[in-house]
Protein backbone atom coordinates (compact mmCIF):
# COMPACT_ATOMS: atom_id res chain seq x y z
CA UNK A 1 0.00 0.00 0.00
CA UNK A 2 1.11 3.49 -1.05
CA UNK A 3 2.36 5.76 2.00
CA UNK A 4 -0.84 7.77 3.92
CA UNK A 5 -3.17 5.86 1.21
CA UNK A 6 -4.62 4.36 4.95
CA UNK A 7 -5.19 7.58 6.34
CA UNK A 8 -7.15 8.66 3.18
CA UNK A 9 -10.84 9.15 4.25
CA UNK A 10 -13.69 8.26 2.25
CA UNK A 11 -15.11 10.68 -0.46
CA UNK A 12 -18.83 10.77 0.61
CA UNK A 13 -20.94 12.73 -1.59
CA UNK A 14 -25.16 13.50 -1.86
CA UNK A 15 -26.20 12.08 -4.79
CA UNK A 16 -29.87 12.41 -6.34
CA UNK A 17 -30.87 9.15 -5.22
CA UNK A 18 -28.64 8.52 -1.95
CA UNK A 19 -25.29 9.04 -1.59
CA UNK A 20 -21.69 7.20 -2.54
CA UNK A 21 -19.20 6.77 -0.65
CA UNK A 22 -15.53 6.46 -2.37
CA UNK A 23 -12.62 4.35 -0.74
CA UNK A 24 -8.98 4.87 -2.81
CA UNK A 25 -6.02 2.50 -2.41
CA UNK A 26 -2.88 2.23 -4.80
CA UNK A 27 -1.54 -1.29 -3.77
CA UNK A 28 2.19 -2.53 -4.65
CA UNK A 29 0.41 -5.93 -6.15
CA UNK A 30 -1.02 -7.57 -9.16
CA UNK A 31 -4.67 -7.34 -9.73
CA UNK A 32 -5.25 -11.46 -9.23
CA UNK A 33 -3.55 -11.04 -5.83
CA UNK A 34 -6.23 -8.47 -4.74
CA UNK A 35 -9.25 -10.21 -6.82
CA UNK A 36 -8.22 -13.49 -4.40
CA UNK A 37 -8.77 -11.11 -1.34
CA UNK A 38 -11.83 -10.45 -2.33
CA UNK A 39 -13.94 -13.49 -3.93
CA UNK A 40 -11.50 -16.09 -2.55
CA UNK A 41 -12.60 -17.78 0.90
CA UNK A 42 -9.27 -18.48 2.45
CA UNK A 43 -8.27 -15.35 1.47
CA UNK A 44 -11.37 -13.68 2.70
CA UNK A 45 -11.64 -15.06 6.27
CA UNK A 46 -8.14 -13.08 6.75
CA UNK A 47 -9.93 -9.58 6.30
CA UNK A 48 -13.66 -9.94 7.09
CA UNK A 49 -14.52 -13.60 8.29
CA UNK A 50 -18.38 -13.18 7.85
CA UNK A 51 -18.37 -12.93 4.47
CA UNK A 52 -18.48 -16.03 2.06
CA UNK A 53 -18.20 -16.06 -1.28
CA UNK A 54 -21.35 -18.64 -2.13
CA UNK A 55 -21.49 -18.62 -6.26
CA UNK A 56 -19.09 -16.29 -8.23
CA UNK A 57 -20.94 -15.53 -11.08
CA UNK A 58 -23.54 -12.71 -12.03
CA UNK A 59 -26.61 -13.11 -10.18
CA UNK A 60 -24.30 -15.51 -8.05
CA UNK A 61 -24.44 -14.44 -4.14
CA UNK A 62 -21.78 -13.70 -0.81
CA UNK A 63 -23.18 -14.98 2.41
CA UNK A 64 -22.91 -12.73 5.80
CA UNK A 65 -22.62 -15.14 9.01
CA UNK A 66 -25.13 -12.51 11.33
CA UNK A 67 -23.36 -14.63 13.95
CA UNK A 68 -26.58 -15.98 15.80
CA UNK A 69 -26.62 -18.42 13.25
CA UNK A 70 -28.66 -16.85 10.10
CA UNK A 71 -27.03 -15.81 7.51
CA UNK A 72 -27.88 -12.48 4.80
CA UNK A 73 -27.39 -13.15 1.14
CA UNK A 74 -26.23 -10.51 -0.79
CA UNK A 75 -26.81 -10.89 -4.48
CA UNK A 76 -23.80 -10.30 -6.95
CA UNK A 77 -24.29 -7.89 -9.41
CA UNK A 78 -21.73 -7.33 -10.79
CA UNK A 79 -19.19 -9.55 -11.81
CA UNK A 80 -16.10 -9.21 -14.07
CA UNK A 81 -13.00 -11.29 -13.24
CA UNK A 82 -10.39 -9.41 -11.90
CA UNK A 83 -11.74 -6.06 -12.32
CA UNK A 84 -15.21 -5.71 -11.28
CA UNK A 85 -17.37 -7.49 -8.18
CA UNK A 86 -20.66 -5.81 -6.97
CA UNK A 87 -23.21 -6.81 -4.56
CA UNK A 88 -25.66 -5.87 -2.51
CA UNK A 89 -25.35 -4.82 0.86
CA UNK A 90 -28.24 -4.36 2.80
CA UNK A 91 -30.21 -1.82 1.17
CA UNK A 92 -26.98 -0.61 -0.63
CA UNK A 93 -24.51 -1.92 -2.73
CA UNK A 94 -21.00 -2.45 -2.61
CA UNK A 95 -18.87 -2.34 -5.46
CA UNK A 96 -15.12 -3.00 -6.02
CA UNK A 97 -13.18 -1.93 -8.96
CA UNK A 98 -9.30 -3.01 -9.88
CA UNK A 99 -7.59 -1.33 -12.60
CA UNK A 100 -4.15 -2.19 -13.28
CA UNK A 101 -1.54 0.21 -13.06
CA UNK A 102 2.35 0.66 -13.45
CA UNK A 103 3.94 -1.38 -10.76
CA UNK A 104 0.52 -2.18 -8.91
CA UNK A 105 -3.45 -1.73 -8.77
CA UNK A 106 -5.48 0.65 -7.92
CA UNK A 107 -8.53 -0.20 -5.74
CA UNK A 108 -11.49 1.42 -5.74
CA UNK A 109 -14.23 0.62 -3.18
CA UNK A 110 -17.64 2.62 -4.03
CA UNK A 111 -20.66 2.23 -1.56
CA UNK A 112 -24.16 3.25 -2.91
CA UNK A 113 -25.82 4.73 0.10
CA UNK A 114 -29.99 4.62 -0.40
CA UNK A 115 -29.55 6.38 3.26
CA UNK A 116 -27.87 7.32 5.87
CA UNK A 117 -28.53 5.38 9.47
CA UNK A 118 -26.84 5.22 12.72
CA UNK A 119 -25.17 2.10 11.20
CA UNK A 120 -23.79 4.16 7.67
CA UNK A 121 -20.17 5.49 10.07
CA UNK A 122 -20.07 1.99 11.22
CA UNK A 123 -19.79 0.31 7.84
CA UNK A 124 -18.09 3.36 6.50
CA UNK A 125 -15.51 2.62 9.76
CA UNK A 126 -15.45 -1.06 8.88
CA UNK A 127 -15.22 -0.51 4.91
CA UNK A 128 -11.87 1.63 6.20
CA UNK A 129 -10.22 -0.81 8.03
CA UNK A 130 -11.00 -3.61 5.70
CA UNK A 131 -9.00 -2.24 3.03
CA UNK A 132 -6.36 -1.31 4.90
CA UNK A 133 -6.03 -4.59 6.47
CA UNK A 134 -6.20 -5.98 3.14
CA UNK A 135 -3.06 -3.81 1.96
CA UNK A 136 -1.19 -4.94 4.84
CA UNK A 137 -1.97 -8.65 4.71
CA UNK A 138 -0.95 -8.67 0.97
CA UNK A 139 2.38 -6.43 1.80
CA UNK A 140 3.12 -8.59 4.84
CA UNK A 141 2.89 -6.32 7.39
CA UNK A 142 1.02 -7.27 10.89
CA UNK A 143 -1.37 -4.87 11.70
CA UNK A 144 -2.12 -3.43 15.15
CA UNK A 145 -5.66 -3.46 17.04
CA UNK A 146 -8.45 -3.35 14.03
CA UNK A 147 -10.95 -2.20 17.01
CA UNK A 148 -8.79 0.83 17.85
CA UNK A 149 -8.86 1.83 14.50
CA UNK A 150 -11.76 1.28 13.70
CA UNK A 151 -13.31 3.70 16.98
CA UNK A 152 -10.72 5.86 15.49
CA UNK A 153 -12.30 5.80 12.28
CA UNK A 154 -15.99 5.68 13.46
CA UNK A 155 -15.61 9.05 15.10
CA UNK A 156 -14.45 10.28 11.64
CA UNK A 157 -17.28 9.17 9.51
CA UNK A 158 -19.55 9.64 11.99
CA UNK A 159 -18.95 13.33 12.09
CA UNK A 160 -18.48 13.39 8.47
CA UNK A 161 -21.68 11.83 7.70
CA UNK A 162 -23.65 14.16 10.21
CA UNK A 163 -22.36 16.73 7.96
CA UNK A 164 -23.58 15.02 4.72
CA UNK A 165 -27.27 14.78 6.25
CA UNK A 166 -27.63 18.52 7.30
Same mark, same amino acid.
Given at each position: ?13 ? *?? %? ?5 ? $??? /? ?5 ? #? ?61 ? *?? %? ?5 ? $??? /? ?5 ? #? ?50
Amino acid at each position: MQKGDENMKALLKK *EP %NGYTAVF $ERK /LKHPRED #IWAMLTDNNQLKKWFPELQAEDLKNGGKFKFDMGDGSFEEMEILGFEKPAILEYTWGDDIVRF *EL %NELKGGT $ELI /LIEKISK #ITDHTPRDLAGWHVCLNVIGRLLDGVKGGSRKEEWENWYEEYKAATETLKQ
